[in-house]
């Protein structure tokens, strides 16, 4: 995404546009990215800095943090980048900012399915929201602990 220095007036520069995640450098292996990224741009010159204020909304695709599920959530994120500029500079090409924004900004917080998710049951595996826990009674705390000689299948609990 190239801003043409030249072209910011007193008033600054408004630029809306979508792009591809792929127009930007997001790995489609590393990100899944469902809608294309719509960008909200406001570029100002402020002496020798060239100021842009960028809103970034898309929709991803992410994994529970508790059960891994995939879910697709719509996220907005605003951020901003600074440039040194001079009278030569003829451009700026922001692509690569934008990119490790959104990089950090997909990649930062805890992404549950919903508010009250359940989990994984530790032991058994099974998705406690949509399951009940196939443990036996004396194991349904996660806290286990096995001691050398111990069967595989009878951990021990800890004691708290």
Known sequence: MRIQVRSISHEGLRIQKSIQAEDIGLAEEEFNVLSPIHLDIKAEKAGDE?????KASGVYAFSCARCLNEISREQQNTFDIYC???PATDF???SEDIRQEL???LTSG?????PDCQGICPNCGVNLN????R????????VVMRKEGDPEDKPRRLAI
């Open 50 to 54: 060239l100021c842009v204020a960028v």
């Open 84 to 86: 040194d500029i001079d």
């Open 92 to 94: 700026v090409d922001i």
């Open 103 to 105: 990089v950090l900004a």
């Open 110 to 114: 805890v992404i549950l399915c919903k």
């Open 130 to 133: 949509d399951e009940s826990c």
């Open 135 to 142: 443990c036996p009674e004396d194991l349904k705390n996660p």
